[in-house]
Each structure stands twice: as structure tokens, then as C-alpha cells.
């Protein structure tokens, strides 16, 4: 009986251990990126309409999904040419004038 004692204290000392140098140990944080917004530098680029070349500029800023992007000023009239979807976010961020932004949530391995 003594012998079943000391068996079950080296047990319950082991589980102590291993659970105390588990909850000592540093969790490394993943970082996770947005799938649906971006963040932009200033880049312009040409356009044509009909024979007339004209500038389309991204401003730099925050875009997500849905908002108008690259805006132009033709005949004193400023509009915009996109609403930003997937694949153009997808286009622009594989072109390095945008970055995906760092998502909010952060999740913990």
C-alpha cells in the first residue's frame, strides 16, 4: 500500500511539472492578413478614351472591397474608373503597389 502511494505522488509531481512548464512556455503570436482590404502607395498610370490620354491616379490610403479606386479628372469632371473587387485587390496587391493589411483578429497558437 505504501508502495501504491509513493507511485501516485510521483504521478501527481510529474502532471504538476509538465503542466506548469507548459503554462511557462512562450506562445507565439500568428499573424493573420485581411482577405479583403489594402493598403496602397500613390501610383499613376495613362488611359485612354477614344483618342484622348488622360491620368488615373490611386491615391494612397486604405481600400477594402466595393470602394472606388483609381480616380481621373477628365474634361474638369473627377470620377472614378473601379469599384474595388477581388480580383483587382487580388491584381494590384500581386503588382506591389498594395499591401494586405494586418487583420485585427490575432490568433494564438
Do not use: W
Not at 472591397?65 to 474608373?81: E, K, Q, R
Not at 480580383?87 to 494586405?100: K, Q
Amino acid at each position: 500500500m505504501e508502495v501504491y502511494k509513493n507511485i501516485m505522488k510521483f504521478i501527481n509531481f510529474f502532471i504538476l511539472c509538465l503542466f506548469l512548464m507548459y503554462s511557462c512556455t512562450k506562445q507565439e503570436e500568428s499573424i493573420i492578413y485581411s482577405t479583403e482590404c489594402i493598403d496602397c502607395i500613390q501610383y499613376e498610370y495613362q488611359h485612354a478614351y477614344n483618342d484622348t490620354f488622360f491620368t488615373a491616379v490611386l491615391d494612397s490610403a486604405t481600400y477594402c472591397i466595393g470602394d472606388s479606386v483609381f480616380n481621373y479628372t477628365f474634361a474638369n469632371i473627377t470620377d472614378y474608373l473601379q469599384v474595388l473587387d477581388e480580383e483587382l485587390l487580388n491584381y494590384m496587391t500581386d503588382n506591389g503597389y498594395c499591401n494586405f493589411i494586418i487583420d485585427t483578429t490575432t490568433i494564438i497558437d
